[in-house]
């Protein structure tokens, strides 16, 4: 699974460029060789560790500095939709309908802090943050368990 980097994405977001390309970088670093080939393939752009690579890029773009081999590596997204994904709910009354029925995705995503990333971005935006942890991190536990 291609980690999602949303302290670099909330860096970037408030304009601290050199430390959300630390961030991405560190996640890059990690993507697998098959990932990166993966990647390379005609529908690379539609893969989630795509987006990952261009948001790197992007920032890497701003920062003024020339495209490195991993900027290459994932394609633009097209401008028109090339490939309709199919069976996915795009409603939430089909969303429903689709969890009710008892079909079960193969994955789910959820992007939750961990304790140190939160406690950072506290003392960086101490005004962002209004619930306390001791709320934060049991609801986090109880969507989980609700989802599983």
Known sequence: MIPRTPVAELLAERGDLPAALEWYDRTVARLTPED???????????????????????????????ADATDKIAPAAPLQRTVEPTGLPTTLDEAREHFESGRIPDQLRLLVFQHAERAKARRRWPDGYVDPDEEYFPAAERRWRGLA
Do not use: C, I, Y
């Open 36 to 66: 990166l080939e993966a990647l390379r393939g005609p529908n690379g752009w539609m893969r989630m560790s795509s987006v990952l690579v261009r948001a790197r890029r992007e920032v890497r773009r701003r920062l003024g500095l020339p």
